[in-house]
């Protein structure tokens, strides 16, 4: 059964930028992309995406946007829910998402799964928004 790490925090405290930085430690310490499951999700400006890479036959999924849970507020293609489950059904052993704190279906959902949660860092100001997503980026980098 696949590994859940998920990054939980409430909205615009940079759980998305927090992923896209692991994404990229992922691709510089040689963790290649497997062809076909890269996408982007919402807002293009968000730099929300969904992808899968691997190293090694370990294949680790990647969803960054967290904002959004199975029910009438929101099409079940673009939940947190589904996001995991496409990753786990393509084969991922560890599959690092975003959930926001108030999506209790959804947390309940990475619960169902062995799993870590990794409380986002609140920055205190602009200039440590940078540092906060960093660290938070390291300590999911080493869960996987």
């Known amino acids: ?13 940079g759980k998305s930028k927090t992923l896209n930085i692991v994404y990229q430690y992922l691709l510089l310490f040689g963790y290649v992309q497997v062809p076909k499951y890269f996408g982007v999700l919402g807002n293009r400006d968000q730099y929300d995406f969904i992808d899968i ?10 969803a960054t946007m967290g904002d959004y849970q199975n029910g009438l507020q929101r ?3 673009g939940s947190v829910e589904s996001m995991i489950d496409h990753l786990v059904g393509a084969g991922c052993d560890v599959v ?3 959930v926001n704190l108030g999506l209790t279906r959804a947390i309940s959902h990475i619960s169902s799964y ?9 920055s ?12 938070d980026a390291e300590k999911i980098y080493k869960l996987i």
């Open 75 to 77: 099409k079940r293609k």
């Open 96 to 98: 690092v998402c975003a």
């Open 114 to 122: 062995p799993h870590e949660f990794v409380n986002k860092s609140v």
């Open 53 to 62: 890479v691997e190293k090694k036959g370990v294949k680790v999924g990647i």
């Open 124 to 135: 205190l100001s602009d200039d440590e928004e940078r540092i906060k997503n960093g660290e």
């Open 1 to 13: 059964m696949a590994k859940i790490i998920a990054l939980r925090g409430d909205s615009n405290r």
